[in-house]
């Protein structure tokens, strides 16, 4: 969806201008579409443009690659666009045969700096710089508007590689605690890890369920409740700062793993964890009342964690009560939760590309307003309706299947950052459902737990902006990462028999004996260099600050 997807049935955008949509089959006043030429007379030239596959499109829609609004905009835009349909699953496999074979699309879509990074060390696409100069002014604006689409995109040979977008950046991890336990037992919120061991230990131990048997646990050791305690710890990242300096990091991992350990030997989780590989196991338990933390990932706090986590255990579990529990103080800080990556590249030329031209045309055609309204909500009623400036969707299945279904990943380069306004916020956007006022606290909740700043950030940066080494680093971090995660695992289920001591000194050594001075030599001269060039958690920081005033300044005028 072009900001939030609060609901399947339900979205909101402000209408601008005072103009509504053309349907779907029109060609807008100026094209010409119909007769191979673009808005500005010219022969329309021919180009490639890859798009994800995810298996989603009904028969009777067509393609990813052909359907009505592949149509719709040959109809409306300045090139003559072939789509290339891309496995969404496994999409690196596909992208590099296309581009070994000569077969690459002119306009590569791609959110995977560890797919794109490679390919551009290979001078596989062309820079930028000079073309968004020559032929464009939706994106160049863009550009002009947000210096860090430009730093976030340029590579280590000073020119700009990457188009981007700016996103609405919201924390991407927390913790569900239940409240009802805490009161149960008589205990607080933990503010400290030790606070948290304690809290865990009675949870699993004091049978906060009341049936007499000693089966609820504290948290899982699974998926995202491990990301979520080693965040906590602010062990997520194997690079911290010091002095000014990137340094490799130890101390943060040894007591994440202590902790996670004693854990273990003292039954405080489900000691099934490392078959539970989705987290699948770890939620299901949650949600029938066994666990008494959990750490979820979202992509929408209402949709997702609400409806799809803390409703359903309410309904499972008659009485249960919840809160997002901030993170509570480790020895090495108090921090927040990643948040969702506010400056996101999406897409490259390729270097074999005959009409750059033209995908530049192409790029703008993708920002107007016009066109952005048509692919986040279709033909005004048809699939939407407009009441005070914002539009519902008229029926969910339908908008479904013939609009988000399809046009999806034709809005990679949509700057929803920018757009964020009254529409999408729960109280809107829900106000024809009566339970909107619930929504929106939630929200609120949210929001107010985790977006406080006078915390640390627990990463360097997002992972999609850390760099991506050469290939012969890249495999050697690659095996060494897999070889001490599983040492580290080791310590985790062994007792006794294995220490996290040796397990440190067994991690030091394989990385020591394995290639790792390279890899930390590498990523030592790239803070030095260029990390100032770079997004780091301090721009993440300053871009939700802004944001977040925008959002208090949004529910200030809805009083």
Same mark, same amino acid.
């Given at each position: 969806?072009?900001?939030?997807?609060?609901?399947?049935?339900?979205?909101?955008?402000?209408?601008?201008?005072?103009?509504?949509?053309?349907?779907?089959?029109?060609?807008?006043?100026?094209?010409?579409?119909?007769?191979g030429k673009d808005g500005?007379?010219?022969?329309?030239?021919?180009?490639?443009?890859?798009?994800?596959?995810?298996?989603?499109?009904?028969?009777?829609?067509?393609?990813?690659?052909?359907?009505?609004?592949?149509?719709?905009?040959?109809?409306?835009?300045?090139?003559?666009?072939?789509?290339?349909?891309?496995?969404?699953?496994?999409?690196?496999?596909?992208?590099?045969?296309?581009?070994?074979?000569?077969?690459?699309?002119?306009?590569?879509?791609?959110?995977?700096?560890?797919?794109?990074?490679?390919?551009?060390?290979?001078?596989?696409?062309?820079?930028?710089?000079?073309?968004?100069?020559?032929?464009?002014?939706?994106?160049?604006?863009?550009?002009?508007?947000?210096?860090?689409?430009?730093?976030?995109?340029?590579?280590?040979?000073?020119?700009?590689?990457?188009?981007?977008?700016?996103?609405?950046?919201?924390?991407?991890?927390?913790?569900?605690?239940?409240?009802?336990?805490?009161?149960?037992?008589?205990?607080?919120?933990?503010?400290?890890?030790?606070?948290?061991?304690?809290?865990?230990?009675?949870?699993?131990?004091?049978?906060?369920?009341?049936?007499?048997?000693?089966?609820?646990?504290?948290?899982?050791?699974?998926?995202?409740?491990?990301?979520?305690?080693?965040?906590?710890?602010?062990?997520?990242?194997?690079?911290?700062?010091?002095?000014?300096?990137?340094?490799?990091?130890?101390?943060?991992?040894?007591?994440?793993?202590?902790?996670?350990?004693?854990?273990?030997?003292?039954?405080?989780?489900?000691?099934?964890?490392?078959?539970?590989?989705?987290?699948?196991?770890?939620?299901?338990?949650?949600?029938?009342?066994?666990?008494?933390?959990?750490?979820?990932?979202?992509s929408d706090v209402v949709?997702?964690?609400?409806?799809?986590?803390?409703?359903?255990?309410?309904?499972?579990?008659?009485?249960?009560?919840?809160?997002?529990?901030?993170?509570?103080?480790?020895?090495?800080?108090?921090?927040?939760?990643?948040?969702?990556?506010?400056?996101?590249?999406?897409?490259?030329?390729?270097?074999?590309?005959?009409?750059?031209?033209?995908?530049?045309?192409?790029?703008?055609?993708?920002?107007?307003?016009?066109?952005?309204?048509?692919?986040?909500?279709?033909?005004?009623?048809?699939?939407?309706?407009?009441?005070?400036?914002?539009?519902?969707?008229?029926?969910?299945?339908?908008?479904?299947?013939?609009?988000?279904?399809?046009?999806?990943?034709?809005?990679?380069?949509?700057?929803?950052?920018?757009?964020?306004?009254?529409? %999408?916020?729960? $109280?809107? !956007?829900?106000? #024809?459902? /009566? *339970?909107?006022?619930?929504? &929106?606290?939630?929200? =609120?909740?949210?929001?107010e737990t985790y977006m406080?700043?006078?915390?640390?950030?627990?990463?360097?940066?997002?992972?999609?902006?850390?760099?991506?080494?050469?290939?012969?680093?890249?495999?050697?971090?690659?095996?060494?990462?897999?070889?001490?995660? %599983?040492?580290? $695992?080791? !310590?985790?289920? #062994?007792? /006794? *028999?294995?220490?996290?001591? &040796?397990?440190?000194? =067994?991690?030091?050594?394989?990385?020591?004996?394995?290639?790792?001075?390279?890899?930390?030599?590498?990523?030592?001269?790239?803070?030095?260099?260029?990390?100032?060039?770079?997004?780091?958690?301090?721009?993440?920081?300053?871009?939700?600050?802004?944001?977040?005033?925008?959002?208090?300044?949004?529910?200030?005028?809805? *009083?």
């Amino acid at each position: 969806m072009k900001k939030h997807q609060w609901v399947t049935g339900m979205l909101v955008f402000t209408l601008a201008g005072g103009t509504l949509l053309a349907g779907c089959s029109s060609t807008n006043k100026g094209d010409s579409g119909k007769s191979g030429k673009d808005g500005e007379g010219e022969a329309k030239k021919n180009i490639t443009v890859s798009i994800y596959d995810r298996g989603n499109v009904s028969p009777d829609e067509g393609t990813i690659e052909a359907n009505r609004w592949t149509k719709w905009i040959n109809e409306n835009g300045p090139a003559n666009v072939k789509f290339v349909a891309i496995p969404r699953a496994q999409p690196e496999e596909k992208i590099n045969v296309l581009y070994a074979s000569g077969s690459a699309p002119d306009l590569l879509f791609e959110y995977a700096p560890k797919t794109k990074d490679p390919l551009q060390q290979q001078k596989q696409f062309m820079p930028l710089d000079q073309l968004i100069e020559k032929y464009s002014t939706e994106y160049k604006k863009v550009l002009q508007d947000n210096p860090s689409l430009k730093k976030a995109g340029t590579k280590s040979d000073g020119k700009l590689y990457y188009f981007g977008k700016v996103n609405w950046v919201e924390p991407n991890r927390g913790l569900l605690i239940r409240t009802d336990w805490l009161q149960k037992l008589g205990l607080s919120v933990p503010q400290t890890t030790e606070d948290l061991y304690k809290v865990l230990k009675a949870f699993a131990e004091q049978d906060p369920d009341g049936d007499g048997k000693r089966n609820t646990y504290g948290i899982s050791l699974s998926s995202n409740s491990s990301f979520s305690l080693k965040q906590i710890f602010g062990a997520m990242s194997k690079w911290v700062v010091t002095d000014n300096q990137l340094k490799l990091d130890w101390d943060r991992q040894k007591e994440y793993f202590t902790f996670a350990k004693r854990l273990y030997d003292e039954g405080l989780i489900d000691k099934d964890f490392t078959t539970d590989t989705n987290g699948a196991k770890a939620k299901q338990d949650f949600l029938t009342g066994k666990v008494g933390i959990y750490g979820f990932l979202t992509s929408d706090v209402v949709k997702d964690t609400l409806l799809g986590t803390i409703n359903p255990l309410k309904k499972n579990v008659p009485g249960a009560d919840v809160a997002f529990m901030p993170y509570p103080k480790s020895p090495f800080g108090s921090f927040v939760p990643t948040f969702k990556n506010p400056v996101q590249m999406t897409a490259a030329i390729s270097a074999t590309t005959k009409n750059p031209d033209a995908v530049i045309k192409y790029v703008d055609f993708l920002l107007k307003d016009t066109t952005t309204k048509a692919l986040d909500y279709g033909q005004e009623g048809t699939h939407y309706k407009v009441t005070d400036g914002c539009a519902e969707i008229n029926d969910a299945n339908k908008f479904k299947k013939e609009v988000s279904d399809l046009t999806l990943d034709m809005r990679m380069l949509e700057n929803s950052g920018n757009s964020f306004n009254k529409c %999408d916020v729960p $109280l809107v !956007a829900f106000k #024809s459902d /009566p *339970k909107k006022d619930e929504y &929106q606290k939630t929200y =609120d909740s949210f929001r107010e737990t985790y977006m406080t700043f006078d915390r640390s950030y627990p990463e360097l940066t997002h992972s999609e902006h850390m760099p991506t080494p050469p290939k012969d680093v890249f495999s050697v971090e690659s095996n060494l990462d897999k070889a001490i995660g %599983d040492i580290w $695992l080791k !310590a985790i289920v #062994s007792g /006794p *028999k294995y220490s996290i001591d &040796q397990a440190l000194k =067994d991690a030091q050594a394989a990385w020591n004996n394995s290639g790792g001075k390279q890899v930390e030599d590498w990523y030592k001269q790239w803070y030095e260099t260029e990390s100032k060039n770079s997004i780091l958690s301090s721009d993440i920081f300053d871009i939700a600050k802004k944001q977040n005033e925008q959002y208090k300044k949004i529910m200030q005028d809805l *009083k």
